[in-house]
């Protein structure tokens, strides 16, 4: 019960006092559309040959910025481990830095399923993609388990009510890129991002066996500043003293790091 209520309260003091060199990114994958026609016969109806469409939604809060803006990854690949998250967040760090080019500090907040942003991978992409990116610090920050509902699941939501708005008018949407296309042409004010599934399947981790963070089950906060492979973290969320604190017992853990150079000589 003190997880649940630390770190809503945290979330929401973040917000507050968000500086404008800082940005919360809240997000969450949809359960899949699976594309539909707006006519069809029973066969396909109750048949296994839809095509499905992975739905990577968000929402962005800028420190300067009064309104949020809700952000959704289209794509028809079906991977949800952390590589492929980190593909389809690529788009979204594009669009921030052509938009918001003032942001230096991200902190992520998500739920905590152990397949997808709880876990050594995705802690190791963390601690090196934000750097490669252009950016210098960053947080990590999960909700207790089974308390991770927020915004971004109202995106996912609407985005499906609108596809199926659009399929009761006699539109046919069977693929990623069919639903793309239609969302767009809808007018919605979401931004909408579209990653191919072979920019997906492509991507890998380096050649290196990477160790586990002791206690990764019990941590809801990871933070990364200056030194690419580096993390502390701690039980619990805390933003005081510029990311550098000893609340919560925080530790430190450093991954090793391959450049993609190296990566590439031993994957020969």
Not at 23 to 45: A, L, P
Not at 199 to 228: C, D, F, N, R, Y
Request: charged share 15%.
């Amino acid at each position: 019960m003190f997880n649940i209520s630390h770190q809503y309260t945290v979330c929401r003091e973040l917000r507050q006092k968000l500086a404008p060199s800082e940005c919360i990114i809240h997000i969450d994958f949809s359960e899949n559309f699976t594309g539909k026609f707006g006519s069809e016969i029973q066969s396909v109806h109750f048949g296994g040959s839809h095509k499905q469409v992975t739905l990577h939604i968000g929402v962005l809060y800028v420190g300067d910025v009064d309104v949020s803006i809700s952000f959704c990854t289209l794509s028809p690949s079906r991977r949800h481990d952390p590589v492929a998250i980190w593909k389809y967040l690529q788009p979204l760090f594009e669009y921030m830095q052509e938009s918001h080019p003032d942001i230096e500090v991200l902190h992520f907040f998500s739920d905590g399923p152990t397949t997808q942003y709880h876990q050594k991978v995705n802690f190791y992409l963390f601690s090196t993609k934000v750097f490669e990116v252009g950016y210098q610090s960053a947080t990590w920050n999960f909700w207790e388990a089974s308390h991770g509902k927020g915004a971004p699941n109202g995106i996912g939501g609407a985005i499906k009510r609108k596809a199926d708005a659009l399929v009761s008018q006699g539109n046919d949407i069977t693929d990623a890129n069919t639903l793309y296309q239609a969302l767009r042409s809808a007018c919605t004010t979401m931004e909408l991002f579209f990653v191919e599934a072979d920019e997906v399947e492509s991507s890998t981790l380096p050649a290196i066996t990477l160790p586990s963070v002791p206690g990764t089950m019990k941590l809801h906060q990871l933070k990364t500043s200056g030194t690419p492979g580096t993390i502390t973290y701690q039980d619990v969320s805390c933003f005081c003293a510029n990311l550098h604190c000893s609340c919560f017992s925080q530790k430190i853990f450093t991954f090793p790091v391959v450049s993609s150079t190296e990566s590439e000589e031993r994957s020969a």
